[in-house]
Every structure is written in C-alpha cells, then in structure tokens.
C-alpha cells in the first residue's frame, strides 16, 4: 500500500510541474516601441523609462491592431505587449501585439 501512495504521488508531482513549467517559462511586458528592426526591438516600460533592447525570434508572431504584420511595420511610440521565451541558451520575444501610437 505503501509503494502505491509513493508512486500515486510522485506521478501527481510530476504532472503538476510538467503543467506549470510552460507558464513558467514565457514572461509578458507592456512598454513603447522606441526601434524596431534587423531581428531586436528596442523599448521602454509604459512611462517611458526603463529602456532595453531584446532579440526578436525569426518566427515570432506579430501583430498590429489584430492583424499579422512584421517587425518593422512597429514604429516609436507604438503601444506593445512581448512574450519572452527561452530558445535554447537565449531569451527572445516570441510574441509581439501591437496598437498603434493615438490609437
């Protein structure tokens, strides 16, 4: 009885980290666009500040108002929200939703 409860709970472990590792892994920010291009988007947080540079995936997937775009339709002042994933050794934005700037 006792080797069944083990196993029961090493499996109820197992299943809860390997349910909550891909939440774990993707991390979300809103900022401003400041440049984008060339593989990296550079941005700041929504005041503002806070300025950094990210590498962007080839594969990422964008969008400006709802609809597919490419990285260097975003322009400065635009409103952004990135998904950041681990690919291989590297972060990168995986995701990138975009509002334009006045909109």
Do not use: F
Not at 21 to 47: C, E, F, I, N, R
Not at 60 to 86: M, P, W
Request: charged share 20%.
């Amino acid at each position: 009885m006792r080797h069944i409860k083990l196993t029961l709970g090493a499996g109820l472990l197992a299943l809860a980290l390997a349910v909550s590792t891909p939440a774990l892994a993707a991390d979300s920010h809103q900022g401003k666009v400041v440049s984008a291009g060339y593989g990296t988007l550079t941005m700041t947080d929504m005041a503002g500040k806070n300025q950094h540079t990210h590498e962007v995936a080839t594969d990422a997937a964008i969008s400006c108002e709802g609809k597919t775009c490419g990285l260097a339709e975003l322009k400065a002042g635009d409103t952004i929200t990135v998904t950041l994933d681990k690919k291989g050794d590297e972060t990168v934005v995986t995701k990138i939703e975009a509002k334009k700037a006045g909109s």
